[in-house]
């Protein structure tokens, strides 16, 4: 069998992106995130509104961080 290291790479990326938002509202184990963006998630798990949080696969995968968002230019 020949080895592909291109499969092989393709093999280290997780298929579900990690994704990272808002809390603006949740209800029966439901929470709607809005991404940076603008754009809003249905994601299933325990979260509060106001809550920064991790989704991945539609799941929360938990709490993130609050930091402050700075972009530059080149």
Same mark, same amino acid.
């Given at each position: ?12 990326? &997780?298929?579900?992106? #990690? /994704?990272?938002?808002?809390?603006? @509202?949740? =209800? +029966?184990?439901?929470?709607? %995130? *809005?991404? &940076?963006?603008?754009? #809003? /998630?249905?994601?299933?798990?325990? @979260?509060? =509104? +106001?809550?920064?949080?991790? %989704? *991945? ?14 972009? +530059?230019?080149?």
């Amino acid at each position: 069998m020949l080895h592909n290291p291109y499969r092989a790479f393709l093999a280290l990326i &997780p298929a579900d992106r #990690l /994704l990272v938002g808002d809390v603006v @509202a949740a =209800a +029966g184990g439901v929470a709607t %995130v *809005q991404l &940076p963006g603008g754009g #809003l /998630l249905q994601a299933r798990g325990e @979260a509060t =509104a +106001g809550q920064r949080v991790f %989704v *991945q696969g539609g799941v929360i995968q938990g709490t993130a961080p609050t930091l402050a968002y700075a972009e +530059g230019e080149a």
